[in-house]
């Protein structure tokens, strides 16, 4: 079937590391998208990707990378700058001239 | 800039009644509006958009919104909820360009009492 994926489901970081959340999508999506959700704030766009090799900031992208070699995958990396990582994670995808966005199921991030 | 405002956090009901979720939105273009359904630790799902046209537009699961340009809202109806209705429900906007990103309002956590 057709979709994105997400992985893993649930993260544990300890405070200082870097950890990378997974995002593949085989739906031939040109742009993918990383939102993070934090209760009562709704969803706030970390960083964007519209074609391969390219990426824009987001709302909220300090102590967040992300890289996009290739069409189908999209990895967000949450540095050790962030703050305060603790979030639920969202990765979605686009097609060119499309107005729908799909969603991946999410990863879990806590900092412990 | 497009900006959503979602005027209730939650919203209790009884099942069988009717519920309507409020979203107001404020944008300096043309946009396309969305609702997306959340339930526990799980992506969104789209349960309708307007685009253009007719202003009510159907959705999924019996739910319904109504685009009013005039008082910038697209608030979303059922008539009669389910226990199974029970999920964060979402309100966005994008700009109608190519490209244009998703904002989000921050969310209605519909509860459906027994």
């Not at chain 2, 396309?32 to 009510?56: A, D, E, I, R």
């Given at each position: 079937?057709?979709?994105?994926t997400?992985?893993p489901?649930?993260?544990?970081?300890?405070?200082?590391?870097?950890?990378?959340l997974?995002c593949?999508?085989?739906?031939?999506h040109?742009?993918?998208?990383?939102?993070?959700?934090?209760?009562?704030q709704g969803?706030?766009?970390?960083y964007?990707?519209?074609?391969?090799?390219?990426?824009?900031?987001g709302?909220?992208?300090?102590?967040?990378s992300?890289?996009?070699?290739?069409k189908?995958s999209?990895?967000?990396?949450?540095?050790?700058?962030?703050?305060n990582p603790?979030?639920?994670y969202?990765?979605?995808?686009?097609?060119?001239?499309?107005?729908?966005?799909?969603?991946?199921?999410?990863?879990?991030?806590t900092?412990? | 800039?497009q900006?959503?405002?979602?005027?209730d956090?939650?919203v209790?009901?009884?099942?069988?009644?009717?519920?309507?979720?409020?979203?107001n939105?404020?944008s300096?273009?043309?946009?396309?509006?969305?609702?997306?359904v959340?339930?526990?630790?799980?992506?969104?799902?789209?349960?309708?958009?307007y685009?253009?046209?007719?202003?009510?537009?159907?959705?999924?699961?019996g739910?319904?919104?109504?685009?009013?340009?005039?008082?910038?809202?697209?608030?979303?109806?059922k008539p009669?909820?389910?226990?199974?209705?029970t999920?964060e429900?979402?309100?966005a906007v994008s700009?109608?360009?190519a490209?244009n990103?998703?904002?989000?309002?921050?969310?209605t956590?519909?509860?459906?009492?027994?």
């Amino acid at each position: 079937d057709g979709g994105i994926t997400q992985s893993p489901k649930y993260l544990f970081r300890k405070e200082g590391q870097n950890v990378t959340l997974s995002c593949e999508q085989n739906l031939n999506h040109d742009a993918m998208y990383w939102y993070r959700q934090d209760p009562g704030q709704g969803l706030r766009l970390i960083y964007y990707s519209q074609i391969v090799n390219d990426f824009q900031k987001g709302d909220i992208a300090e102590g967040y990378s992300v890289s996009r070699e290739k069409k189908e995958s999209f990895p967000l990396t949450v540095t050790s700058a962030q703050k305060n990582p603790t979030a639920f994670y969202l990765c979605a995808s686009r097609n060119r001239g499309s107005t729908e966005a799909f969603f991946g199921q999410g990863t879990r991030l806590t900092v412990v | 800039a497009q900006s959503v405002t979602q005027l209730d956090s939650q919203v209790p009901v009884f099942e069988e009644a009717p519920v309507e979720l409020r979203c107001n939105y404020s944008s300096s273009v043309s946009v396309y509006l969305f609702w997306y359904v959340q339930y526990p630790n799980q992506g969104l799902q789209l349960l309708l958009k307007y685009l253009s046209g007719s202003t009510l537009v159907k959705g999924i699961n019996g739910f319904e919104a109504e685009f009013n340009k005039s008082q910038t809202s697209f608030h979303l109806r059922k008539p009669s909820v389910h226990i199974s209705d029970t999920a964060e429900y979402f309100c966005a906007v994008s700009g109608v360009d190519a490209g244009n990103m998703l904002t989000f309002g921050g969310g209605t956590r519909l509860m459906v009492k027994p």
